[in-house]
């Protein structure tokens, strides 16, 4: 009998040896480094807010906030989800959203020199923190109605910071078209803190926000939509400054529309679940 040769053995040898690698799925990381791009983009946009260049500052964070809406998705669709990255992209909206856009608009219009401008820099990051750390906690709570899966409670982190920019898009587009008196409004102080303020209730607030994950868009305004779908896409490739103040404004007027949805399938709700009483005898009863 012949016997094996030491190459051979020793090939035996190291299968025996090698363990099977134990972990996650490259797939299953995936939405994780979306998450953590998004963060970098974030942090990124704090340099180029330091040097000036707050063009580079808000793409950065418009880059953040795309991340923000994919990691998500991604993590459903690839069935990802995890009580860890559900963590981890709620600390990156908190730093790339809560921290990010004031710290911007400091910057932009609120220097440190002048006195109460940093209450709203506190006001706004606090009421983010308050607005995620209520989110997280509404993960588990599995008593709300249905209807109200199609709603925010309150304005979302990424839009949030979106309002809050509105001087930064406003003054953009404006010295791009060198519109000079716009470009000095937008620089207001006032203004800042206003969008700082104002946004910073509307995310602690209760108000019913569209979330549009399930919503449905009746036939005969799916073309329309996709025509306008394709304008705005054309506006925002030639004007992305004034597209992203527009959209603002447009979210704003949103807001009182989705209210009143809330308050109608609520009512049809209750409709749908109010007891029927009992009913007066029938004349055939009372004859019998």
Known sequence: MQKPSSDTAMVHRYRRKRRR???????????????????????????????????????????????????????????????????????????????????????????????????????????????????????????????????????????????????????????????????????????AAGCLIVTALLLVSTLPIWSFKNFKVPSRYILPMLVGVGAYAAILITEPWGALAAAGVLYLVMIPLSRRSYWRLRREAEDAWEPVGDEPPSASSTNA
């Open 21 to 191: 690698v134990r972990g996650l799925s490259f797939n299953r990381l995936v939405p994780n480094i979306l998450t953590m791009l998004g963060l970098c983009a974030g942090l990124s946009a704090i340099k180029f807010s330091m040097t000036g260049h707050f063009t580079h500052a808000a793409g950065a964070l418009l880059i953040a906030a795309c991340m923000d809406g994919l990691d998500g998705r991604i993590a459903r669709l690839l069935k990802g989800t995890s009580r860890f990255g559900a963590e981890f992209d709620s600390l990156s909206d908190f730093v790339c959203f809560g921290v990010v856009p004031p710290f911007i608009l400091m910057l932009w219009a609120l220097p440190a020199t002048q006195r109460l401008a940093f209450i709203p820099f506190i006001l706004f990051t606090v009421c983010m923190a308050l607005r995620l750390a209520r989110f997280n906690s509404a993960l588990d709570d599995d008593t709300a109605p249905e209807y109200a899966a199609n709603f925010f409670s309150g304005v979302p982190a990424p839009a949030g910071a979106g309002l809050a920019l509105f001087p930064v898009f406003l003054g953009l587009e404006a010295k791009r078209n060198n519109l000079t008196g716009i470009e000095h409004f937008a620089h207001s102080p006032w203004l």
